[in-house]
Each structure stands twice: as C-alpha cells, then as structure tokens.
C-alpha cells in the first residue's frame, strides 16, 4: 500500500512543481512587462531634470518672457493661462463625458446607446489637429479673433470621449444589487445613478479624468488654432492667451540655446503640474470615501 500510495502521489508532487514553476515564470514576465512600463517615464522625467533644471528659478515662475540676452525671464504668464486653459476645459467636457458615460452604462443595449459609443471611440483616434481646425471653423473665425475660452472649448471637446468611454467602464463595475437596493427603498432612477451608482465609480472615473487632464495639459495644436498664445497677462477670456505648450513650441524651435533651456525647463513644470493634479485629486476622492462610509 505504501508502495501505490508513493506511486500515486508522485505524478502529484510533479503536477505541482510544475504549476509552481509556471506561476514563478508568469509573475517574473508580469514584473519585467511592470518595469518595462515604468521605463519610459523614468527616462523622460530623468532627461528633462538634466535638461531643464538648471534653467529653473523663482524669476521662472514669476516673470514674463522677455527677449534673447535679457535676464529674469520667465513663464508665469504661460503656466497660468495653461491653469485657466485646463479649468476651462474641465467645465466644457467633465459634465458632458461624464453623463454620457452614465447613460451608455445604464442604458446599455440601445441605439443611442451604442451610436453615442461609436462616435466616442471614433473621436478618440482623431487626429488633435483636426479638431483645432474644427474649433477654428467654429469658434474662431465667426468672431473675427482668437480667444481662451476657443482653446478651453477646443481641448475640452476632446476631453469627451476619453472621459465617457471611462466613465461608462467604471458604472459598469457597479454591482446590481446597488442599484436593486437603492430602487427597492424608493430611490427614483435618476437620483439612483447619480448618488449611488456614479459615486460608487467615482474612483476610478477620477482616473478617467486624470487621463484626459493630462492627454490635453499638453496639447499644442488645437491651441495654435484657438488661444493663439500672448506673451502679455493677460486674463480675459475673449482674447488671445499664453499657455505652456505653446510658448515651449515657440522656444523649441527658435535658433537660441538660452530659449531652448526655457522650453526644456517648461516641458518639466508641465509634467509636474500635472502630477500634482493627480495626486490632490486622489487624495480629495480618497478624502470623501473616507468621510462618506456612514
């Protein structure tokens, strides 16, 4: 009997080891694709700190450009109207993607439903480009001017689909039972979607919107379209304005080694800008799951 009992429980023990081995080589695979994906970050974020560091200073946050050979230069007036672009851009196409997602996950199935799908899945592969000639159609040569709030709604249309498509990802998550238990004590529909089901998701809605906050931050071509760029203050909505993309553009591609040191020092304030939106707005989500358990 010891002898069977050996017998059969070595194709076992082989059966194990062998699952075993398979999962130590599916998690190291899994750890290098992981690392692999952080890679390019790391270098693009160690390249720019060689690159722009130096040119960093408080004269670079609080002075205006000013012209080759002159000292005190800055970007204040680009990262502020990047801020103002970027606010803009959240009132235009936050509400908007953000119903459309709910309505595609709760009214699932229907012809709406789907067409509204479609376009959004179309319009995320549109070429940024075509939609700065599109808000210039429309938004700019009506009026006679280039304006912020053409750039604001320019890079906010293409906040949309990004942030509906999420959207609709993360309500799908949602259990059912949510929705039957919130329907069952009186809760009407809509009033069930929005504070049951769209808070539930919030989470990774905000994920969403961090996304296509900084697929936008650092858009350029819409905004040549639409804001132009100024190289003044300049705070009125209905006129020109600097933005971050735009004056690294236009120091990336002039002749002089001291604005290219500028551009490389914007591309960084650009990126850390947006990680700071990133991590205030996890930690205010985190915040109101905390405060909203009872």
């Given at each position: 009997?010891?002898?069977?009992?050996m017998?059969?429980?070595?194709?076992?023990?082989?059966g194990?080891?062998?699952?075993?081995?398979?999962?130590?080589?599916?998690?190291?695979l899994?750890?290098?694709?992981?690392?692999?994906a952080?890679?390019?970050l790391?270098?693009?974020?160690?390249?720019?700190?060689?690159?722009?560091?130096?040119?960093?200073?408080?004269?670079?946050?609080?002075?205006?450009?000013?012209?080759?050979?002159?000292?005190?230069?800055?970007?204040?007036?680009a990262?502020?109207?990047?801020?103002?672009?970027i606010g803009?851009?959240?009132?235009?196409?936050?509400?908007?993607?953000?119903?459309?997602?709910?309505?595609?996950?709760?009214n699932r199935?229907?012809?709406?439903?789907?067409?509204?799908?479609?376009?959004?899945?179309?319009?995320?592969?549109?070429?940024?480009?075509?939609m700065g000639?599109?808000?210039?159609?429309?938004?700019?040569?009506?009026?006679g001017?280039?304006?912020?709030?053409?750039?604001?709604a320019?890079?906010?249309?293409?906040?949309?689909?990004?942030?509906?498509?999420?959207?609709?990802?993360?309500?799908?998550?949602?259990?059912?039972?949510?929705?039957?238990?919130?329907?069952?004590?009186?809760?009407?529909r809509?009033?069930?979607?929005?504070?049951?089901?769209?808070r539930?998701?919030?989470?990774?809605?905000?994920?969403?919107?961090?996304?296509?906050?900084?697929?936008?931050?650092?858009?350029?071509?819409?905004?040549l379209?639409?804001?132009l760029?100024?190289?003044?203050?300049?705070?009125?909505?209905?006129?020109?304005?600097?933005?971050?993309?735009?004056?690294?553009?236009?120091?990336?591609?002039?002749?002089?080694?001291?604005?290219?040191?500028?551009a490389?020092?914007?591309?960084?304030v650009?990126?850390?800008?947006?990680l700071?939106?990133?991590?205030?707005?996890?930690?205010?989500t985190?915040?109101?799951?905390?405060?909203?358990?009872?």
């Amino acid at each position: 009997m010891s002898t069977a009992a050996m017998s059969g429980s070595a194709p076992r023990v082989r059966g194990l080891a062998r699952r075993r081995g398979v999962s130590i080589v599916m998690i190291t695979l899994t750890c290098i694709a992981a690392a692999l994906a952080v890679v390019p970050l790391v270098v693009i974020l160690g390249y720019l700190l060689k690159q722009g560091a130096g040119a960093l200073s408080l004269d670079f946050f609080t002075h205006m450009p000013v012209p080759v050979g002159e000292p005190h230069g800055g970007m204040a007036n680009a990262i502020l109207g990047t801020l103002l672009l970027i606010g803009l851009a959240s009132v235009v196409g936050l509400p908007v993607g953000i119903g459309a997602g709910l309505y595609m996950a709760e009214n699932r199935g229907t012809g709406l439903a789907n067409l509204v799908r479609f376009l959004a899945d179309v319009l995320n592969g549109l070429p940024s480009i075509v939609m700065g000639i599109f808000a210039w159609q429309f938004l700019v040569r009506p009026f006679g001017h280039f304006s912020a709030l053409a750039g604001g709604a320019a890079i906010g249309a293409m906040m949309i689909p990004l942030v509906s498509r999420t959207t609709e990802e993360m309500v799908r998550t949602v259990p059912q039972s949510l929705r039957e238990a919130a329907l069952a004590l009186g809760y009407p529909r809509w009033r069930t979607s929005l504070q049951i089901v769209l808070r539930t998701a919030l989470g990774g809605i905000v994920t969403g919107v961090l996304v296509a906050v900084a697929r936008v931050a650092g858009e350029t071509a819409p905004l040549l379209f639409t804001a132009l760029g100024n190289n003044f203050w300049s705070l009125n909505l209905s006129k020109p304005i600097a933005a971050l993309p735009l004056q690294i553009f236009s120091y990336a591609i002039s002749p002089y080694d001291e604005w290219h040191a500028q551009a490389w020092a914007g591309a960084l304030v650009l990126i850390v800008l947006v990680l700071v939106i990133s991590i205030l707005a996890r930690y205010v989500t985190r915040s109101r799951h905390g405060g909203g358990g009872d």
